[in-house]
């Protein structure tokens, strides 16, 4: 029953993210200090991680959150925490759906992870140049990869202009936005 209610509430999210029309596919709004950016998620290749993400989007979870890393040629990551760099307490992580088939490319929104495979909760980056080391290659710990969950469709030039941000080291990480760049809110739009 447990598990019944748990597809239930996951296709109220979907249907809320604009998946009432046959084959459209759910759409969030990511509005940043720097401007906003639409990502296009895919259920039917990374159910879990869009279901995840978008229960994340429903409890307005990243509202108030940061680009924490941004890395020049390679990603921006954001989703765990505040301007005031305190990490936000999240649900438990969730199965690594690398092995789909869709790789890290420019534009391409993945979960970030620790060094365990299954690691992934709220955190997700979107990768400014193909990446595909990130890919998948194998079932191994390290060859595992980063689970490719969606694309920016709208405002890549935003994106760009985050990666551009000057950077350095705060309260011990590293490419840190020297002036925070703040997600505003991420809400769900019609496709």
């Known amino acids: 029953m447990k598990k019944m209610l748990g597809w239930f509430a996951a296709g109220l999210l979907l249907a809320a993210a604009g998946v009432a029309a046959a084959g459209a596919l759910p759409r969030v709004a990511v509005e940043t200090s720097k401007g906003t950016f639409v990502l296009e998620l895919y259920p039917d290749k990374a ?10 989007v429903e409890d307005g979870f990243y509202d108030g959150t940061v680009f924490h890393r941004v890395v020049p ?11 005031e ?17 869709l790789g890290n490319g420019r534009g391409t929104v993945a979960m970030a992870r620790t060094a365990v495979v299954d690691s992934a909760t709220s955190q997700f980056f ?8 990130l890919d998948h290659r194998d079932n191994t710990p390290r060859g595992f990869g980063y689970a490719v969950f969606g694309r920016v ?20 990480f590293q490419n840190v936005p020297l002036e925070p760049v703040v997600i505003v809110k991420v809400r769900p739009v019609g496709p």
């Open 126 to 133: 979107v990768n400014l140049k193909d990446n595909g080391f």
């Open 85 to 101: 760099f305190k990490r936000k307490p999240t649900r438990p992580a969730i199965k690594n759906e690398a092995s789909n088939g």
């Open 153 to 172: 469709v709208d405002g890549m030039d935003v994106v760009d202009a985050i990666a551009g941000v000057k950077t350095g080291t705060v309260r011990g």
């Open 73 to 83: 040629g390679f990603v921006i990551q954001g989703g765990g925490f505040t301007a």
């Open 47 to 56: 159910p879990e991680t869009v279901r995840n993400f978008l229960q994340y």
